[in-house]
């Protein structure tokens, strides 16, 4: 079965500080991974997604996220985050489609992140 | 295109009673979602379907939960009865498979179940 952990639940940075949110996956196959972004009281919008190719993806919003197989993590990055980004980050992996891993989208726990003027 | 649209957007039952939360997709898109969001649990997928055929329901909590799709338009989510535990946010998720793969989820219904 798949699983997705995110370590930090709630992180406090200052505006112009630099984000890592960790993400760190167990699935046995080839997978996609996402990171998502909700908003106070609105729906979860898709940040960014990692299919193949170059492991270092870049989202909306200035985001990225790095691949690194060998430690089944996908982390998420921002060089310098402002008050706006103020939200609830969630990781998600399926087993990608052509291994027969389905469809099946799992999240994390989610990381609230606190962003202070 | 108006998105993924959900109706209700706000319930508020009593226990006991019988809830259906409807969803309508993106035209085109080929699987659908619905999820469950709490403080207590977080996101938990309950069902998806893939062009209309239900492919994964194990997380539907209980036989008082049933999902359909009787068209590539439309899916209903039914809770009879329903009980205070029940209340959460529901996201319903609208997916286009492919390289160029989207995602759209909807702005949720929010249950309250008294």
């Known amino acids: 079965a798949q699983s997705v952990s995110q370590h930090n639940h709630h992180v406090i940075l200052s505006e112009a500080a630099s984000l890592e949110l960790g993400c760190n996956y167990s699935y046995g196959g080839t997978v996609n991974l996402f990171w998502y972004v909700q908003y106070p009281g609105q729906h979860l919008q898709l940040l960014l997604k990692y299919f193949s190719g170059d492991p270092l993806v870049k989202g909306i919003k200035g985001f990225e996220a790095e691949f690194i197989k060998s430690k089944f993590s996908f982390n998420l990055r921002k060089p310098s985050v402002q008050w706006s980004d103020t939200a609830e980050y969630f990781c998600?992996?399926?087993?990608?489609?052509?291994?027969?891993?389905?469809?099946?989208?799992?999240f994390g726990t989610g990381t609230q992140l606190k962003v202070e003027l | 295109d108006a998105g993924v649209i959900q109706s209700p957007r706000h319930e508020v039952t009593e226990m006991g009673q019988e809830v259906t939360l409807r969803c309508k997709p993106i035209?085109?898109?080929?699987?659908l979602f619905w999820y469950r969001q709490t403080m207590m649990r977080g996101l938990e997928l309950l069902i998806y379907?893939?062009?209309?055929?239900?492919?994964?329901d194990s997380g539907m909590p209980e036989d008082r939960f049933s999902a359909k799709m009787p068209n590539a338009s439309f899916s209903t989510l039914k809770i009879q009865p329903s009980e205070p535990r029940d209340s959460a946010v529901y996201f319903c998720a609208s997916i286009l498979t492919g390289p160029q793969e989207t995602q759209y989820f909807g702005p949720g219904t929010r249950l309250l179940v008294l």
């Open positions: 379907f893939n062009n209309n055929v239900p492919i994964d």
């Open positions: 998600a992996v399926r087993g990608a489609i052509l291994t027969g891993g389905g469809n099946k989208l799992t």
């Open positions: 035209s085109g898109h080929d699987y």
